[in-house]
């Protein structure tokens, strides 16, 4: 089964700076990993799949890289509307199908 | 416009069984490619898949609840549904309809366990 870990678990910076968030995966997901963006009391919403295409609407700030087991997601100057928690997801295997990873939450410094 | 919308009850029993229905507008289960399913969130958790049907009927589910999950569709009414058994309090979360080859989410259903 494949785990994704996440890193760090808290991001604390302040608008204007860069976020760089890591996500692992326990065996090769290929390019099949995506990136989310959660705020409190909402879905979920899909910010970068394949690895490394922003999704419609994503401002051009975010951006994902990586492929195998080890993935970035990278922030540019952080606007006060990102300051949220981030997944990422594996789409690579049948079974487990679209495992989640822990998460890293985003906060203001 | 596509949207997908939960229905279902608020609150359940332990060892109950939990029906939750999608109704969803602006697509068809009928069109190749589509696939609607379910995702659930533990208050403070990370969410968790649970399971898939795509338009070809072909479905799928998650390993560690497989046995507990039935997804069925309804293409006429354009509606999902989502059965799970022998609730427990574990199971209390936001539960999320999508369309997952588009990434469309609905608002979510909070489903609390509690005797």
């Known amino acids: 089964e494949i785990v994704l870990t996440q890193s760090p678990a808290t991001l604390s910076l302040s608008p204007g700076e860069t976020a760089t968030l890591s996500c692992r995966a326990s065996?090769?997901?290929?390019?099949?990993l995506a990136w989310y963006q959660q705020k409190p009391g909402l879905a979920p919403r899909l910010l970068i799949y394949d690895a490394s295409n922003r999704a419609t609407g994503i401002p051009a700030r975010f951006s994902g890289s990586g492929s195998g087991t080890d993935f970035t997601l990278t922030i540019s100057s952080l606007e006060p509307e990102d300051f949220a928690v981030y997944y990422c997801?594996?789409?690579?295997?049948?079974?487990?199908?679209?495992?989640f990873g822990p998460g890293t939450k985003v906060d203001i410094k | 416009q596509i949207t997908l919308k939960e229905s279902g009850p608020t609150l359940v029993k332990p060892t109950q069984t939990l029906t939750l229905t999608c109704t969803f507008s602006g697509f068809s289960l009928r069109t190749s490619g589509v696939g609607v399913g379910w995702i659930r969130q533990p208050p403070g958790k990370a969410p968790e898949w649970l399971a898939l049907i795509f338009w070809d009927d072909d479905k799928r589910y998650s390993p560690s609840l497989q046995s507990r999950l039935t997804i069925t569709k309804d293409t006429s009414n354009n509606q999902v549904v989502l059965i799970m058994t022998n609730m427990d309090p574990v199971d209390t979360g936001t539960y999320y309809c999508?369309?997952?080859?588009?990434?469309?989410w609905g608002q979510g259903t909070l489903v609390t366990v509690s005797s």
């Open positions: 065996q090769s997901v290929s390019i099949y």
């Open positions: 997801q594996q789409r690579s295997h049948w079974p487990p199908g679209f495992t």
């Open positions: 999508w369309r997952s080859d588009l990434d469309h």
